[in-house]
């Protein structure tokens, strides 16, 4: 089912929403047959995981387009929703439409996500009222790292609160269908998620969200740096060097290959 008809479903009936983010084609197919997940983000967080870059600020329009239209053609059960990199939207309206229709009709994605709060509001309005919807992304903002300096947590102070209350109506109204909140304080998700009828998507923000979502190689122990919020579930770091290691001690040892598989 690639729509997100579980979203509003399940705000409803209070079961939390589960997403993760994908990048390649080997596990956006396994992702795709798993039962519990609502919906695969192409996050640009494939900068830091994948292409080793230590801010998301880097990574192009093209090489997210790549990624969406590997994920998005190989997800046939599963919606996908494609990140919109540093300066792909934000700097023309016309641009930011063009943009982000492209990772629809071109990368195949079901939707776009775009960070930021009410200064959003009109690209919103236009991109939902030409067919193309949006998640939103508040709080923690990895892209406005150097105007924020640093990574920090959302929703320390009343004041705070109230502004990130402020952008998801905003954003709500515009006609974003779910937002993420990232890193912000358990009372500023709680807080938020009240406030507005759309489901909020946590990551590092406690458990009042209506879903959560995680970076895959955080989850599978393949990121270098994994936050303090996330656990581990697997050390495939570990297994995959343990493997390689395995197979090269039998290429080394003359144990590979064992048979000569091509019979002339
Ligand atoms: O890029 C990403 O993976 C994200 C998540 C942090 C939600 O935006």
Redesign the pocket.
Known sequence: MKNFSNFPKKKRQQQPLVLI?AYSYSFAKIIDDIEQIDAI?V???VANVEYGYNS?LPITFEQMLNHVSIVSRTCVNKPVIA?MPFLSYGVSLKDSLSNCGRMVKEGGANAV?IEGGKIFGELIYKLTSIGVPVMG?IGLK?QHYNTMGGYKIAGKTDDEIEELIDDAITLEQAGAFSL?L?CVTEEASKAITSSVSIPTIG?GSGKYCDGQ?C?LNDLLGLSSYIPSFMEKYVDLAALSKEAIEKWADDVVGGKFPKNAYHKS
């Open positions: 983010t983000l996050g640009d967080s998301t990140d996500k992304h990895p993420i990232e990551i979502i970076v």
